[in-house]
């Protein structure tokens, strides 16, 4: 018994919806990263405390990267010191 | 009128002023994280005296390492800075395709191999400068230099370079 090719179509129209979505979002995320692959698993040491806020303050954007081996000038100025929540 | 970031508000603190004259200036190191993370066993290979002098200072400081080590602070970082000077000397290109491949893999070391071979083999040529990782037994293998990689993203078997052997295999037929 035959399945009629007109009981298939919701499936496919249904796998490619959810298709352009997904590689939507994926292009939605490179451009978010600057061009790259998005950061996964990554704790609040990287991307809070210090890595990745260290790669802000360097290059101006938190996934950008700079190899050179001195800091541009008044880079020792903005490091940011976390203020204490008020008491109330 | 909001030209300029703030300095000082509910979250953060931007304190601008420098440091008292009296203490020595040091250039703060300007490589950024995957940079940092690829030069890193290097930076260790060179500087694992000046790390380990600061690292002992510090804890027999008791608590005020931050202040009284300054002196083995600056000769950490002026000795990271070297190298990764060195390493864009001598090394730009192997070094910029290891560290972009690591950026684009989250900075997994395991998934750029194939950058990283010729870049080990450009610091050592260059800088004698060999990445040994800590800890490895000495019966084994190091990670980074297996013929066979069992996981990694992206398929990196078909082109397992291994300049090295290659290298010195060419040298010895050249010789006999």
């Known amino acids: 018994m035959a399945i009629p090719f007109e009981a298939l179509l919701p499936y496919a129209v249904i796998v490619t919806f959810f298709g352009i979505s997904g590689a939507g979002l994926l292009h939605v995320q490179r451009i978010q990263n600057g061009g790259k692959k998005g950061r996964r698993g990554v704790d609040r040491w990287d ?3 210090l890595v990745m806020q260290r790669d802000r303050r360097l290059t101006g954007f938190l996934r950008g990267q700079t190899d050179k081996a001195a800091a541009p000038e008044g880079f020792e100025f903005n490091n940011a010191w976390r203020v204490e929540k008020r008491f109330s | ?9 509910k979250q953060v ?3 601008t002023t420098p440091l008292p ?3 020595p200036k040091v250039k703060e190191i300007g490589a ?3 940079p940092l993370m690829s030069a890193s066993f290097f930076i260790g290979a060179r500087c694992r005296a000046y790390n380990d002098d600061y690292m002992q200072c510090k804890t027999e400081a008791h608590g005020t390492g931050e202040v009284d ?3 083995e602070g600056r000769k950490v970082t002026r000795c990271a800075a070297s190298v990764i000077d060195d390493i864009n000397k001598h090394c730009l290109q192997q ?8 950026e684009d893999n989250n900075q997994q070391m395991w998934n750029c191999r194939t950058a990283e071979r010729p870049f080990n083999k450009c610091v050592f040529d260059n800088l004698k400068l060999e990445k040994v990782i800590p800890g490895t037994p000495p019966n084994v293998v190091p990670v980074h230099q297996r013929r066979k990689q069992i996981f990694a993203d992206n398929d990196q078997s078909k082109d397992l370079v291994f300049p090295t052997t290659k290298a010195k295999t060419a040298d010895t037929k050249a010789t006999a």
């Not at chain 2, 009128?1 to 508000?9: D, Q, V």
């Not at chain 2, 070094?95 to 690591?102: G, I, M, S």
């Open chain 2, 1 to 9: 009128m909001a030209s300029r970031e703030a300095r000082f508000h």
């Open chain 2, 13 to 15: 603190l931007i304190d």
């Open chain 1, 47 to 49: 991307s809070v405390h």
């Open chain 2, 69 to 71: 080590c300054m002196r």
């Open chain 2, 95 to 102: 070094f910029r395709a290891h560290w972009q491949c690591l």
């Open chain 2, 32 to 34: 950024s994280s995957a």
């Open chain 2, 21 to 23: 004259d009296h203490i």
